[in-house]
C-alpha cells in the first residue's frame, strides 16, 4: 500500500495544499485543464487531472459523512475526526479526516489489505494535522491560502516517507 496523492482542503472546499507523491508526467495535462484549481504543487511537480478529479470527487462523500456526525446519527466518538474511507476509485482509495475547525485532510493509497492501512493513516493524519497547525501559528500565513513553506513540505515529505516506510515499501 502506498500514498498517491494528499490534499488539504479549506472550510469552503478551496484547495490549500495538494501534493502528488509519485509525480507522473502527464503530457496531455496542461494549465488549461486545470479544473479545480490545485496547479501545480508547491515542489513544482504537475498534479495528474484524473487524481485532481478523483480527489476532488471525494469531498461530497466527506461534506454528507460531516453532515450525519454533525446531526448525531453517524461515526461521532472519541476519534470523530476520522472519517474513514470515502471512496474507493479505480484501484485506488481515498479517505477523509476532518479537524475541529473544519479543514479536511484527504488521503490517496493504492489497494491494500484492509487490516493495516486505518492505523497507519489515522497516524499519517495526526501528523500532517500537527504540521498544519504549525504553519497556522504563523502570523503572517492567510487562513485560506495555498500553504507554501519550504519546512511545510520537508515535513509532509518526511511523515510520507514513514507512512510509505511502515507499510513495507522502500521510499528513495
Request: proline content about 2%.
Amino acid at each position: 500500500m502506498s500514498l498517491q496523492c494528499l490534499a488539504i482542503i479549506g472550510k469552503t472546499n478551496e484547495p490549500l495544499y495538494m501534493m502528488d507523491v509519485k509525480a507522473e508526467e502527464d503530457p496531455v495535462t496542461t494549465n488549461e485543464d486545470d479544473a479545480f484549481g490545485f496547479g501545480e504543487s508547491q515542489r513544482g511537480e504537475r498534479l495528474s487531472l484524473d487524481k485532481e478529479f478523483m480527489m476532488h470527487a471525494s469531498i461530497d462523500n466527506l461534506e454528507e459523512a460531516l453532515g450525519s456526525q454533525r446531526q448525531g446519527k453517524g461515526r461521532a466518538s472519541a476519534d470523530s475526526k476520522w472519517i474513514g474511507l470515502l471512496c474507493p476509485m479505480e484501484e485506488s482509495f481515498i479517505y477523509g479526516y476532518s479537524t475541529s475547525t473544519n479543514i479536511k485532510i484527504l488521503a490517496m493509497i493504492s489497494d491494500s489489505t484492509e487490516d493495516s492501512r486505518e492505523v497507519h493513516l489515522k497516524t499519517l493524519f495526526a501528523k500532517v494535522h500537527n504540521l498544519f497547525v504549525e504553519y497556522m501559528l504563523n502570523p503572517w500565513a492567510g487562513l485560506q491560502n495555498k500553504i507554501e513553506s519550504k519546512k511545510f513540505d520537508s515535513g509532509i515529505q518526511e511523515a510520507v516517507n514513514v507512512y510509505n516506510e511502515t507499510n513495507g515499501i522502500a521510499w528513495a
